[in-house]
């Protein structure tokens, strides 16, 4: 069955670095992934969707690739911070319901 | 615009006991709906989702049940609680398409 893999252990970067996540999955390529922020006892937040045959979706500081090759995603923020601290879930389309990764957390420092 | 209530966001039940969620959406109809679970520090395990009143289909064998009455009403019930019930419960809501997810305040539940 498919799986999608995230990074369990938290990111720890200096405010002004570029934050970089990571989403793996196994087996067939979806057709396209998503992207959610959320933060401590609140439901996710919905940020960015990139289709299989796009290799790269942009939104502010946000960026997201997509590497079929490698059964990848990454999900970038530039110029981070502290206010981006939270825990990032990929998830992908798969027959009627989006499944989720474990997510990141990450944690922007001043 | 869209919106989704659900309730209530906070709960300590002893083991035993029902359950009753509710979750609402408004400014949308025909909705796909959803109930995850996040326990403590893990990722969202879909527990149920309904494409339309009255169907209602269960990824996960569990005393937990689900119930669409009304077009944007998911109720999650539970006959008796056992302490494994414990988590976050989100509901959601999505439309058509590339099935982007929109997503309720949360329930916390505590089975003691």
């Known amino acids: 069955s498919q799986k999608i893999e995230q990074n369990s252990e938290a990111l720890n970067i200096q405010e002004g670095k570029t934050a970089t996540l990571t989403c793996n999955y196994t087996n067939y390529s979806p057709a396209y992934l998503q992207w959610y922020r959320q933060d401590p006892g609140r439901g996710p937040v919905f940020l960015l969707l990139?289709?299989?045959?796009?290799k790269e979706k942009r939104k502010e500081r946000l960026k997201v690739t997509f590497d079929t090759t490698l059964k990848q995603s990454l999900f970038h923020i530039t110029a981070s911070q502290p206010a981006d601290s939270a825990t990032y879930l990929c998830a992908f389309l798969g027959s009627n319901m989006l499944t989720f990764g474990g997510g990141t957390r990450l944690m922007v420092k001043p | 615009s869209q919106t989704i209530h659900q309730w209530p966001a906070t709960l300590v039940q002893p083991v035993g006991s029902p359950l009753s969620l509710e979750c609402t959406v408004e400014g949308t109809s025909n909705p796909n709906l959803y109930w995850y679970r996040q326990a403590a520090g893990r990722g969202l395990q879909l527990l149920f989702y309904?494409?339309?009143?009255?169907?209602i289909s269960s990824e996960v064998p569990q005393n937990l049940s689900a119930s669409r009455p009304q077009d944007r009403q998911f109720i999650l019930s539970s006959k008796k609680l056992l302490l494994s019930d414990s988590g976050f419960y989100l509901c959601a809501w999505s439309g058509e398409d590339t099935g982007e997810l929109f997503f309720g305040e949360g329930s916390r539940l505590t089975v003691l």
């Open positions: 990139i289709r299989e045959n796009e």
């Open positions: 309904s494409v339309g009143i009255g169907q």
